[in-house]
């Protein structure tokens, strides 16, 4: 199975202030047809995930612009340009390269 | 606009099955897959496994084979998972996703978006 690591498992940010974080695939993730299945996800407390980027880079409709994924072949980034009180939760990356489908383990977001 | 809504908690013995179901609108249901993740308490997400609505195809996480079975019921647009054999470490909250259903009609942008509001399954003697 594709390992993904995620770092760092926690993370404190003042608001307004920028965040990043780091995915990592134990092996590429670009499919046989060039296409990279890397996405992200917010899980706010008490909700279910919510996909914010899919294909490393593309954001999904709603997602503020603060929030931008890439990289490519095993390394990928999501960033937050300015982190706002409503961006509290766990973040996932998640492969769809490759079956089983497999997640990070989540890196907790919360304001300092 | 696409919406998954799932079926209600539930509390069961060591050793009995659930069956989760997984009820889609406002999308083709029949061109897509659902994929089925848990989460158990304060931990993170975990695929479980993946069925394609359109030819039917299944994969399942190598943790669950034998154990669980997902299955669709096109004329109603639900989708369902059975977990069998239930421990109490199987007590969790499980979601139902859209995913690929390998029709041609579907595309990367309808992978796991949406997600069911999830159910929890509580595993307690």
């Known amino acids: 199975d594709v390992v993904m690591t995620q770092s760092p498992l926690s993370l404190p940010v003042t608001l307004g202030q920028p965040a990043s974080i780091s995915c990592r695939s134990s092996q590429s993730l670009v499919y046989h047809d060039g296409n990279t299945f890397l996405m992200w996800f917010q899980q706010r407390p008490g909700q279910s995930p919510r996909r914010l980027i899919y294909k490393v880079s593309n954001r999904d409709s709603g997602v503020p612009d603060r929030f931008s994924g890439s990289g490519s072949g095993t390394d990928f980034t999501l960033k937050i340009s300015r982190v706002e009180a409503e961006d509290v939760g766990v973040y996932y990356c998640?492969?769809?390269?490759?079956?089983?489908?497999?997640f990070g383990q989540g890196t907790k977001l919360e304001i300092k | 606009q696409a919406q998954l809504v799932q079926s209600g908690d539930e509390v069961k013995k060591p050793g009995a099955s659930v069956k989760v179901s997984c009820k889609a609108s406002g999308y083709t249901f029949s061109s897509h897959g659902i994929s089925w993740v848990r989460q158990a308490p304060g931990q993170g997400l975990e695929w479980m496994g993946w069925?394609?609505?359109?030819?039917?195809?299944?994969n399942y996480a190598q943790k669950f084979q034998g154990r669980v079975t997902v299955t669709t019921h096109t004329p109603t647009n639900t989708a369902y998972m059975e977990l069998r054999s239930l421990r109490s470490d199987d007590t969790a909250i499980y979601y139902c996703a859209r995913d690929r259903g390998d029709s041609g009609y579907d595309t990367e942008r309808d992978w796991f978006d949406p997600w069911g509001q999830g159910t929890l399954v509580t595993v307690s003697s």
């Open positions: 998640m492969q769809g390269t490759y079956w089983p489908r497999t």
């Open positions: 069925i394609s609505v359109y030819n039917g195809n299944t």
